[in-house]
């Protein structure tokens, strides 16, 4: 069947005069991209099948002068760039539509001319299995998570002309949970079928996890790690399906490799993982499970993978600890329980290894019991060379355990610069972090709306370290119970008894399969307590328990 250039070839001229100031060393003159000339396309024209086969799909071929780059908006909710002008896209409303397409040219600094051109095209592709499937045929939908549990639900692999090995996570595949001290795993992803049109909509609890060169968008840095950033991801898009043209679509064994429809979403609509893509390929679907594949917009050479269930992602661990084998609630008055709890006493090295404000004391107006709780306060004075003082408790030496549910139920203290924090470090003889330190909460008093756990280990400590933060309310006024259930499987994390952090720990090469003891502690500035308030005097951490049970 042969192709025809559709009779819609726009050319024209596009002439912008921009002003360019002598002292412009960066770009030079700043000239707009001009004589715009597009070709579109229609894929399987012929005298009797005057608007294509059927595909959906249109060749659009744009040049221009002095242009650096070309970006595609094709008017049916996606857009594309394509740095040399050529492009393909499979619109895919069924019947034949009128779309119209704006092509925008940029130059040097970003200057840019755009026209557009209307294309008339028909598709009459549907997948009305994929459809059922994604979207449970129904108006409510059907949500979808990511299988964290899976190995492989995130993956990268080589999106080239290599058909034993582009179909697949050929170069990494995330373990189980391996994710789990990000965002990565907070969301879910519903799919609706509205008026014969699939509507998604994406609940990102706030926050996405960005591929290290996206984090721009969420107002991050590019480069370094991947990283969680807030980033608004609401409002109903519009899913479309359409065949497949990627390069899994043309192997040997396609058909055994991918379903042939790729899901295009409007408005820049993602799943998870943000790496610039709106195209998704379906290589299998079920009743609850789907695998996708998308190629990073702005590195072509490079395809993800991710796996979805509809099940909530749930770590493969129900252990639980039921016997009370040692607690403190703080019923008699006076020192701690020298039985339970001994100091760490002065400023430490470096102030305790995170340029901390404070010396640790065991004075009564640092550290008491009264009315049936543990009082923790922070003083603005002068004391032990520091302008703050404060306490800092621990079990080390008289209370180590391994494995078991620890829990706090206490209130914070207020004002920037406190740091409170209940954790623990690992009882064995070593050095920091080999040794090992899990922090069951740790508080920033100048963020009073969270709560963060930590987990500190070899190549995972300091800025690097496994963290969690949660949303709490009334921290400083209320009671609120900090737990965490530490088993040879995970350790996770709850407030108030909610799950909010789960972390493997099914490598039995990591510390956290010895004995730890235990720290309560009221930090002032450092590292993570940041800038102290100058109106700050005093305030508590008030604890009115701590127990462990196995």
């Known amino acids: 069947m042969k192709k025809i250039v559709l009779n819609i070839i726009a050319i024209f001229s596009l002439l912008l005069m921009v002003n360019c100031q002598e002292d412009n060393y960066s770009f030079g003159a700043l000239v707009a991209p001009s004589n715009l000339k597009i070709t579109a396309e229609i894929v399987g024209v012929t005298d009797q099948a005057p608007f294509g086969d059927g595909s959906g799909k249109v ?16 008017g049916d909710g996606v857009n594309e760039t394509s740095p040399g002008g050529v492009a393909e896209h499979a619109f ?13 040219a940029s130059g040097k600094g970003g200057v840019t001319s755009n026209t557009t051109v209307d294309v008339k095209v028909l598709s009459n592709f549907s997948d009305e299995k994929s ?4 979207t449970g045929g129904t108006a409510t939908g059907k949500k979808w998570y990511l299988a964290a549990g899976e190995k492989g639900h995130l993956g990268v692999g080589q999106n080239d002309g290599d058909a034993a090995k582009n179909y697949y996570a050929n170069y990494y595949q995330a373990g189980p949970f391996e994710k789990s001290a990000t965002c990565f795993y907070d969301g879910d992803y519903t799919f609706a079928l509205v008026g014969g049109k699939i509507e998604y909509k994406h609940d990102n609890k706030g926050n996405t996890f960005f591929q290290n060169s996206y984090k721009s968008v969420g107002g991050g840095t590019n480069g370094g790690d991947d990283q969680c950033l807030p980033y608004n991801a609401t409002g109903t898009k519009i899913v479309a399906l359409s065949p497949s043209t990627s390069v899994v679509s043309k192997n040997p064994e396609a058909a055994k490799q991918t379903t042939g429809t790729v899901m295009n979403f409007s408005d820049g609509g993602f799943m998870g993982y943000y790496a610039g893509a709106t195209q998704y390929e379906i290589l299998s679907l079920t009743e609850n499970r789907m695998v996708v594949r998308f190629v990073q917009a702005n590195n072509t050479g490079l395809a993800w993978y991710q796996i979805f269930t509809t099940s909530p992602p749930v770590a493969a ?8 084998v040692w607690s403190d609630e703080f019923s008699t008055d006076g020192a701690p329980d020298p039985a339970k709890w001994t100091y760490d006493l002065g400023t430490g090295s470096n102030g305790w290894g995170n340029n901390e404000a404070q010396n640790y004391t065991n004075v009564a107006k640092n550290v008491k019991v009264e009315g049936g709780n ?3 306060t922070a003083i603005k004075e002068a004391s032990g060379g520091k302008e703050y003082s404060s306490a800092r408790i621990k079990t080390q030496g008289l209370y180590d355990f391994k494995y078991g549910t ?17 954790w623990s470090l ?6 920091w972090p080999e040794i090992g330190e899990i922090d069951f909460m740790e508080f920033v008093g100048a963020k009073p709306t969270q709560t963060q756990s930590a987990l500190h280990y070899p190549n995972n400590s300091g800025g690097n370290a496994k963290v ?3 949303v709490i309310a009334n921290a400083d006024t209320e009671y609120h119970i900090y737990k965490t259930i530490w088993s040879p499987k995970t350790i996770r994390f709850y407030l108030d008894g909610a799950l909010y952090f789960t972390f493997d720990n099914s490598d039995t090469s990591l510390p956290f399969h010895k004995n730890f003891f235990m720290i309560l502690n009221v930090a002032m500035g450092g590292n993570l307590g940041g800038a102290i308030d100058p109106a700050f005097t005093q305030s508590a951490m008030i604890v009115d328990y701590v127990k462990v049970y196995q």
Do not use: H, Q, R
């Open 59 to 74: 060749k659009f071929i744009t040049k221009a002068d002095n242009a650096i780059s070309y970006k595609y908006i094709y």
């Open 92 to 104: 895919t409303t069924v019947g034949v539509n009128t779309y119209t397409v704006t092509i925008i």
């Open 131 to 134: 459809t059922n499937l994604l």
């Open 317 to 324: 661990d129900d252990t639980v600890y039921t016997n009370l």
């Open 374 to 376: 543990l009082i923790i």
């Open 406 to 422: 620890i829990e706090m139920k206490a209130k914070m203290p207020k004002g920037a610069g406190t740091w409170p924090a209940f």
């Open 426 to 431: 690992g009882a064995s003889a070593g050095t």
């Open 468 to 470: 969690k933060t949660t």
